[in-house]
């Protein structure tokens, strides 16, 4: 599986931004997707996950209630709705693929380039 993100860019304190992942091959929808990021001089971290079909999500709490994530599986495509966005969601954002629930960056297979969101006070 090939991943490819995109959607960063430069955003407000208070506004909004839609990531995507773009992936490749005919399996998408076995895959886990989950979203993870990683702020200058930290280490990448958990921020949310989606099921096979979508039914299912989980959040790291810094994000819960302000960010989404959901899938088209028609679409080999998975989202990230970002609202609210604070300057401390400022960091390069990374999709992943996974074949089973997992919030631990280690067990993910494939990843993407990563794109850069950064959120002005």
């Known amino acids: 599986v090939q991943l490819q993100a995109s959607g960063g860019g430069l955003v407000q304190a208070g506004g909004s931004l839609r990531l995507s992942c773009a992936a490749s091959g005919r399996t998408f929808s076995s895959y886990y997707m989950g979203w993870f990021r990683q702020a200058p001089g930290k280490e990448r971290d958990f921020v949310a996950v989606?099921?096979?079909?979508?039914?299912?999500?989980h959040f790291a709490d810094s994000v819960k209630g302000r960010f989404t994530i959901s899938r088209d599986n028609a679409k080999n495509t998975v989202y990230l709705q970002m609202n609210s966005l604070k300057p401390e969601d400022t960091a390069v954002y990374y999709c992943a693929a996974v074949r089973y629930y997992t919030m631990n960056i280690n067990d993910y297979d494939y990843w993407g380039q990563g794109t850069q969101v950064t959120v002005s006070s």
């Open positions: 989606i099921s096979f079909s979508g039914g299912s999500t």
